[in-house]
């Protein structure tokens, strides 16, 4: 029977090839640019180098203060201090990786200026995160306590710093005009993965600041690892009445701070605050951009299907006379849809590949490399799946409901 | 008496077209967005600038370490001007909030003048030689002068829009504005012209300017110069060796030109996307549209054959056909133009009227346009039927 439906579907394609192609056309690209969106969140949200351990890690990135009576808010990333002295005493937490935000230097090399994000961090934060190391190791408990000026760059800095050196190890590398020795070289990280991503990792007692500061606020965030999968709701709940303890700052009179699984705390960033976690606004405004965006395509693929209908409707005519009964029409029809729409999702995904090709070739947005993997894949299956279930249901109703006498007779 | 019979022809048909009508609908919808957009950036950016950037670099510093004493910081702040101002390749010195233009930071507040409130205002805190680095333009009054710092109203300067927004086409040099709870009152010493801080497609806004007084040298980490000719690379590691000695800390120097392209792309990315995709769809429904009315005409032949039989010319067949698509096209823009005008009636995101308009009437036209040459083809295929073999087909 299907094989039937096939071989019909073939041979409707290749009869008015002009209509073939518009929906082909169609299809395909509205599918080319579902797919690429798909590769680009499925490299912001999936567990990407070096933040392996997604599954298992909470995310500390913000500290609010509110005062409720005057309407007053103030947001800023977390002090040093707060995580030395409240989230470390928490049971449910087995490693904890802090890190400061990058902040920006010069280093000026053979007359030419290069710009070196470098960010602070803690002796656990080489073990938290899986960094690959090409050259050297990291920073120790032991260096981070003589607070030693050392440095672990990036795979990009070497170059750009040190240009074709072989081996850099124990070379210096001048940042404000600070001299650090070169433990490490790190692969470069995305910047997709924001927080993490940066040029120079120095131990964060070389910092200027005064990180021990008794204060909430300051340039750090923090990975929080629970020992297995099963402890993160603990460790949530526990980061949650820990909070409690801590002191309203004057003038205020609630204090926030959210140890949040990777989606929430990216989209608590995006649109939500120290109360709302933002996940159902951004999750509504995206599917709602989603469904805008195909909505034209539709339309057109289904105001081609009625056409191409129409002018079948001796053949349609014929079986209906022959007795096939509607559903057998409707179930034939939507069959050969999806076939048009799997053909326009296999050209969707070499136009894809072209076009992950050339972005990853532009480096538009530094270091990201998309990929078409299963995962992608798998979403673009379903999106082709919807696309011809939604695209083809109408005309198919509008086929079964044809007038047998009217169809054969207008022939 | 033929709009008539047309329009009694596409009635009769009304279940066929309604795809082809919600298909022109959601058409000008989207080209009206890409059309709001386009208007809205082209009117921003054939406004002028409103200052020089080319020659500026800002330096930014962590302040850290820098001694709390207010008399102190006095002193050393005074003596970094005059060590910077030094330096053969340095033009001006000014010190500057962290909201200068280009940069990524903002800061507003509001004001309030005759009871009516203004907000937001942006605010920017700036130093003595903040108008000679950038080379802004004053409209009225003077720029400050060192002896504004003892005055008893605060002296201050604004923007052209917001002068115009306060006192029209009136005099605003010498008027005193209170300030965000209207507890102070503020004198105004001077207008300039509007600054694009924003970048080239971005309105200036509402613009206050106020002297950077000593009191906020404590918060204080940015410096904007203005360099000369000469200024290399190997000049701009001298100035950053001076500035790390000077402040034992972290420090960024920037040029503003790579700032500003970097605040441009911020704008002009996101929209060839938004353009690419548009266009794609555009072409879509172009094809679409194309197919959908040749396969009518097709569909027709009887019809449009007997017409030629007799005695109607090939090209009023013609004309028959691209009129029957343009008045489908006028149905859809009747609907589509009732939800594009409550954009300006509600002014929705708080752009200007005319925005909206041009975009409508930009998308009015296109969508004629599109609909026209996707008729034409089949309209003067129509024209070619013969009549002796169309009814033949019969």
């Known amino acids: ?411 | 008496m033929m709009f008539r019979h047309l329009f009694k022809l596409i009635w009769n048909k009304r279940k066929q077209n309604f795809l082809f009508l919600s298909e022109i609908l959601v058409s000008f919808m989207v080209i009206f967005a890409v059309f709001s957009f386009l208007t809205f950036y082209y009117q921003n950016y054939s406004k002028p600038l409103g200052f020089d950037y080319k020659k500026v670099w800002s330096i930014s510093y962590d302040n850290g370490l820098l001694t709390k004493n207010r008399d102190s910081l006095n002193i050393f702040y005074d003596n970094l001007y005059k060590s910077l101002k030094a330096m053969p390749q340095i033009e001006e010195v000014t010190y500057t909030g962290a909201n200068f233009p280009y940069s990524n930071s903002t800061m507003s507040t509001g004001l309030n003048s005759n009871g009516k409130k203004f907000n937001p205002v942006n605010s920017y805190v700036v130093g003595a030689d903040y108008q000679k680095v950038w080379n802004i333009k004053l409209v009225a009054g003077r720029w400050f002068l060192p002896e504004d710092a003892v005055t008893k109203n605060k002296n201050f300067i604004i923007n052209e829009t917001l002068k115009k927004q306060m006192f029209g086409e009136g005099d605003a040099i010498g008027k005193l504005i209170g300030d965000y709870d209207d507890k102070e009152k503020m004198k105004i010493i001077g207008v300039v012209q509007d600054i694009k801080a924003n970048g080239d497609f971005w309105p200036a806004g509402n613009a206050m300017f106020t002297r950077l007084d000593t009191g906020y040298f404590r918060n204080n980490s940015h410096i904007l110069v203005k360099v000369r000719d000469g200024a290399d690379a190997t000049f701009e590691s001298q100035l950053y060796k001076f500035m790390t000695n000077t402040m034992k800390n972290s420090v960024e120097i920037q040029h503003l030109s790579e700032m500003r392209d970097a605040k441009n792309e911020v704008t002009i990315i996101p929209m060839v996307i938004f353009i690419i995709i548009a266009s794609f769809l555009i072409i879509n429904v172009a094809l679409g549209l194309f197919g959908v009315l040749w396969y009518n005409i097709n569909k027709r032949r009887s019809e449009i054959g007997l017409r030629r039989a007799i005695g109607a010319s090939g090209s009023s067949v013609s004309l028959q056909l691209v009129m029957e698509a343009m008045i489908l096209a006028t149905m859809s823009l009747m609907v589509g133009c009732f939800f594009a005008i409550q954009f300006p009636l509600l002014s929705v995101f708080n752009i200007p009227a005319s925005v909206y308009i041009v975009a409508m009437l930009l998308s009015i036209l296109f969508i004629y346009l599109l609909v026209f040459a996707c008729s034409l083809y089949p309209g003067k295929q129509a024209a070619g039927i013969h009549p002796a073999i169309a009814l033949h087909e019969e």
């Not at chain 1, 795979?155 to 040190?162: D, L, Q």
């Not at chain 1, 470069?188 to 990792?201: A, E, R």
């Not at chain 1, 490399?369 to 011809?388: D, E, H, K, Q």
């Open chain 1, 1 to 411: 029977m299907l094989k039937n439906y096939f071989k019909i579907a073939i041979a409707v394609l290749k009869r008015r090839k002009f209509f073939t192609f518009v929906s082909l056309f169609g299809i395909s690209f509205t599918l080319t640019i579902l797919m690429v969106t798909t590769a680009f969140m499925d490299k912001v949200l999936s567990p990407d180098y070096p933040d392996l351990k997604r599954e298992r890690s909470l995310y500390v990135s913000s500290m609010e203060y509110k005062n409720t009576k005057e309407g007053w808010m103030n947001r800023s990333d977390v002090s040093f201090y707060f995580f030395s002295h409240y989230v470390s005493t928490l049971k449910n937490v087995d490693k904890m990786a802090i890190s400061s935000n990058p902040k920006a230097s010069n280093a000026y090399v053979n007359n030419k200026k290069i710009v070196i994000a470098y960010k602070y961090t803690n002796a656990d934060y080489w073990n938290v995160l899986e960094y690959r190391f090409l050259a050297g190791k990291p920073f120790s408990q032991k260096e981070i306590d003589n607070a030693d000026k050392v440095a672990v760059i990036s795979e990009e800095t070497r170059k750009a710093y040190f240009g074709d050196a072989s081996n850099v190890i124990g070379r210096y590398i001048s940042a404000d005009n600070v001299n650090y020795r070169v433990i490490g070289v790190v692969a470069n990280v995305s910047k997709t993965v924001n927080s993490l991503s940066g040029d120079m990792y120095l131990p964060y007692t070389v910092s200027t600041s005064d990180y021990n500061k008794p204060d909430l606020m300051g340039p750090y965030n923090a990975v929080l690892l629970a020992k297995s999968k099963a402890d993160v709701p603990k460790m949530q709940k526990e980061f949650q009445q820990m909070m409690r303890r801590v002191p309203i700052p004057k003038d205020f009179d609630r204090v926030y701070s959210n140890a949040d699984p990777f989606f929430s705390s990216m989209t608590r960033r995006i649109a939500g605050d120290g109360a709302n976690n933002g996940k159902t606004r951004v999750v509504t405004i995206m599917s709602i951009f989603v469904l805008l965006f195909l909505l034209l395509p539709t339309i057109n693929l289904v105001n081609i299907n009625v056409t191409r209908i129409m002018e079948r409707s001796s053949e349609i005519g014929v079986r209906k006379a022959f007795g096939a009964s509607s559903k057998t029409l409707v179930y034939q029809f939507i069959v050969e849809n999806m076939i048009l729409t799997f053909l326009g999702g296999i050209i969707g995904i070499i136009l894809s590949l072209l076009a992950i090709y050339l972005i990853n070739g532009a480096n538009v947005i530094s270091n990201m490399r998309l990929s078409m993997n299963l995962t992608v894949l798998f979403y673009s299956f379903i999106a082709c799946v919807f696309f011809g279930l939604i695209s083809g249901v109408y005309p198919a109703w509008r086929m079964s409901k044809l007038n047998v006498v009217k169809a054969l007779k207008t022939q």
